[in-house]
């Protein structure tokens, strides 16, 4: 059975790449499709002609932002994937198994990991498909690797809450535009503030959970365990890093005229990328334009669409492309030490 396991999973890593370049495609015909005239070549022609009516749409649609905005973009895709390698190797010392594994394999495994959750959906399936690959060859076991996975995403959505809490109480108006979108956003900014400080207090009642190392919560045979105390710190840096990172994509992409700052635009992002998740939607494709475009009345929809292009490409596209080359390296490398396994030693018995 373990022979078997040896090719399988290098097959299941060479229908991840298909199902990547495949994916990558369609991503970027949906972005050029949004115009009638551009849906309509694409219904006819080649597969070599759908691509370079696809790059001429995204190249004009990106040419109105300015190189400098690119290049702080690019800056903040760095921090939020640095602060996503920062998840997993946040749960490797709760799990006390960082030793021997490098930053560089965590990075790696990392970047893969969110590169196709992102894009493909259902993310503790997929991201957990990679790490289960990737740390059981380092010999963490498959709890293990659960466990990973469980507090990478407890860490994402601790980060969520904490930011989502400070933008409430600095910004509570955030909300009011979002009226038209759903009756649910429909509170008062006193309401708006409660929810807040809601928030922040669920953060801190985590925080001296682990402080004071309260007996675990056990739902059914499962427990909870409290991490330790330099664990829920590093959460505190990681998960708001990753955050501002992402965000900080759209912020530079959106023109300084009628900006509504940061804050604003930090609020919209959680708003929206949750809801995606929440939905399963890939890229949140459609939550996102919404909400933003509910948010900033102030700039004009083509910019808004233009900076949110740039956010799908730097955090999305372009992470999805060179994750592929990995994913196939990676796998190439498993099938070759399975067939040395299996390959009679020199001179041996035939």
């Known amino acids: 059975m373990k022979r078997i ?7 299941v ?19 050029a499709a949004t115009d009638a005239i551009v849906r309509r070549l694409l219904a006819e022609g080649s597969l070599w002609s759908h691509i370079k009516v696809i ?4 190249g004009r649609k990106l040419s109105v932002i300015p190189p400098e905005a690119y290049l702080f973009a690019a800056i903040s895709t760095l921090v939020a994937y640095a602060a996503l390698a920062w998840y997993d ?3 490797l010392i709760h799990l006390r198994r960082e030793r021997n594994i490098s ?13 196709l959750s992102h894009n493909i959906g259902a993310t503790v399936f997929s991201g957990g498909m990679v790490r289960y690959r990737a740390y059981t060859a380092k010999g963490l076991t498959a709890t293990e690797v659960a466990i990973l996975v469980a507090l990478c995403s407890f860490t994402f959505a601790f980060g969520t809450i904490l930011m989502f809490g400070i933008v409430l109480m600095s910004e509570p108006q ?36 682990a402080w004071m190392q309260f007996r675990p919560l056990r739902v059914r045979g499962f427990e909870l365990v409290y991490p330790r105390m330099p664990v829920v710190i590093r959460q505190y840096l990681a998960g708001p890093l990753e955050l501002i990172g992402a965000a900080g994509i759209i912020y530079f992409a959106l023109p300084a005229e009628g900006n509504p700052g940061f804050p604003i635009v930090l609020g919209a992002f959680l708003l929206s ?16 334009e919404a909400v933003f475009l509910a948010v900033m009345p102030t700039i004009p929809a083509t910019s808004v669409f233009a900076a949110l292009l740039v956010w799908r490409l730097f955090y999305l596209i372009i992470p999805l492309a060179m ?19 299996i390959a009679p030693p020199p001179g041996g018995a035939h």
């Open 323 to 341: 994750s592929i080359p990995v994913i196939l390296f990676f796998e190439r490398s498993q099938l070759g030490r399975a067939t040395r396994d």
């Open 5 to 11: 396991l040896d090719f399988f999973w290098p097959l």
């Open 13 to 31: 890593g060479l229908v991840a790449v298909v199902w990547s370049v495949r994916l990558l495609y369609q991503k970027l015909a949906a972005e």
């Open 174 to 209: 955030i909300l009011e535009p979002l009226q038209t979108l759903s009756p649910y956003f429909a509170v008062s900014r006193g309401m708006a503030v409660g929810i807040g400080g809601a928030l922040l207090a669920f953060c801190a009642l985590y925080t001296l959970g």
């Open 273 to 288: 990328f949750s809801a995606g998740l929440l939905s399963q939607v890939p890229g949140g494709v459609g939550v996102m």
């Open 103 to 115: 930053w560089m394999y965590v990075s790696m495994c990392s970047f893969v990991t969110y590169a």
């Open 55 to 58: 790059a001429s749409v995204i």
């Open 89 to 91: 190797r946040i749960a």
